[in-house]
């Protein structure tokens, strides 16, 4: 599929990846329609991409962990002329703090965006994909979709279940129209990190990209048709590892468990609310 016939609707889009992805997604000549829960800031990024032709460029502001928006969304789609044959999957939030110290509120809000959300609105969507002659379904899920690390106990519950759901749903899927495809970013400097764990990254001396390099590699990825893709090195060395010696990965981590502890430690603290970003 070659990015001028793509229309392309795009959750999380008014995030450091998302609004990056979608300046390469309209510059490649894919019409881009964005969603997210903030009418000013989706206008105002729809106004911002190169135009691609006599198709406009739209939005649409909806909570996607709304049951009535998202099951309401497939109509507003059609009635609008929008029907997409790529739906890319980004929204999510992270939570950064010892397990124990948070709040069930923050961890309920976490698994309804980061895991239930996407996948109900897939299965929404999935209807009106299948109706196109050629289609994609890009997930886009963390390096912590295949490492289990303290201090993210369910931001790696939720990612974990996203790249199983990828992996279920691209198998399921084989015999049709539709290709779904799955991309895990390592560290990545945007607001779903709070100063807790920018400070960790810094110690431990992660690498941590920016939010174009990620659009970038999405933007390949898609191009390329290709299944599964991990970011950055060595993280792509580490998940492999991971899958086959688990126990190496947990001796490495183990060693930093005091340090990893003590920052999220900091930011876990139950009489301070954790800082939760979620686009």
């Known amino acids: 599929m070659q990015f001028r016939e793509m229309q392309v609707l795009l959750t999380g889009a008014t995030g450091g990846i998302g609004r990056e992805l979608a300046h390469q997604l309209a510059a490649k000549g894919a019409r881009v329609i964005t969603l997210g829960r903030h009418p000013e800031t989706l206008e105002q990024l729809a106004s911002s991409l190169p135009e691609t032709g006599t198709d406009p460029h739209a939005w649409l502001a909806l909570d996607l962990c709304a049951p009535g928006q998202r099951r309401e ?127 960790l990254n810094r110690e431990l001396h992660n690498q941590v990209d920016e939010p174009a390099a990620v659009a970038r ?19 792509k060395l580490f998940v492999r590892i991971n ?10 981590i183990s060693r930093r468990l005091p340090i990893i502890k003590r920052y999220a430690s900091a930011d876990g603290d139950p009489d301070n609310p954790l800082k939760e970003a979620r686009i």
């Open 73 to 199: 969304l497939a109509d507003k789609l059609e009635a609008r002329g929008l029907a997409p044959n790529v739906l890319i999957n980004l929204a999510g939030s992270n939570l950064f703090g010892l397990f124990e110290n948070q709040r069930e509120q923050d961890l309920e809000a976490l698994l309804q965006t980061n895991l239930n959300a996407t996948v109900l609105l897939t299965h929404a969507l999935l209807p009106m994909l299948l109706r196109r002659p050629e289609a994609r379904i890009f997930n886009v899920g963390s390096t912590f979709g295949s490492i289990g690390h303290p201090g993210y106990v369910a931001y790696c519950t939720t990612k974990f279940a996203l790249r199983g759901f990828s992996e279920a749903l691209h198998r399921e899927l084989a015999d049709s129209n539709i290709q779904v495809q799955y991309c895990a970013p390592r560290a990545t400097r945007t607001a779903l990190n709070c100063d807790a764990a920018c400070a």
């Open 243 to 252: 899958s086959l010696w688990p126990a190496l990965v947990s001796s490495s």
């Open 217 to 235: 590699a999405l933007i390949v990825q898609l191009a390329s048709g290709e299944t599964n893709r991990y970011l950055g090195w060595p993280e």
